[in-house]
């Protein structure tokens, strides 16, 4: 299978035919690749695994992924500009390329999150210039924001737009079940509150009526002596007249 190999290669270029890591033989070209009949015949064809014919070179493509959405396949056929490049990056959502200094290829997210960029078919990427994947997107700011630069969020260590609103959500929820225990916890002592000055300043109704029926007992004991001391009285005048 080597001998075979470096034959191909010499006669058609190296890098042509290769080896898989099965012992495949497998072809390589910028072009359609045919295979033609120069006398193995079919069944020498089929012993390489191989059969005649024509088997069409795919355009080179890449994908390109934003945060956490779908890859994106990338197409480039023959023809095509830099123009036609930059039309499809920019229909993919939540990405904005454009043609930097010197002709350079600039991708950035414009809605946060990482920005991943793999070979599909061919090796575009490489031949783009385009080496690194998955360049993360710098962390979001904490503090000095709004229009006075004097507000902070409080909310450190978020690399992208999910990090930040789970983040949020988070500190949101917090300060929430604060708010609902500090509202318990004053409730209760208004209660408390509200029952001892109830108690210090509020009428007791049974104390109230056993100190009438006591006042009026003694107003009416004070009645009758009284009654009594004016019979003694008259009775006197009347000894003495």
Known sequence: ATD?????????GPGTASLSGSGQL?????GNITIGDAGIGAAGMGDLGLTFGTTLAKNPSFTVQVGSQNPVTISIAAGDTSVDLLASLNAIPGLTASLGAGGVLVMT?????????????????N?????????AQPPFRTQHLGASATLATGLV?????EDYARSAITSQAEDAA??????????????SLTKRNTDQSGVNIDEEVAELVRVQTSYAAAARMVSASEKVLDDLLNTVG
Request: zero cysteines.
């Open 127 to 135: 031949a783009l210039g385009l080496t690194v994947v998955g360049v």
């Open 109 to 125: 997210p414009n809605q946060g999150g990482d920005l991943t960029v793999q070979n599909a078919s061919g090796t575009p990427v």
């Open 26 to 30: 497998t072809f390589k070209g910028t």
């Open 157 to 161: 260590g978020n690399s992208n737009i």
């Open 178 to 191: 604060a708010a609902s225990d500090a509202d318990t916890r004053e409730t209760t002592y208004l209660a």
């Open 4 to 12: 075979l190999v470096n034959n191909i290669n010499a006669a058609m």
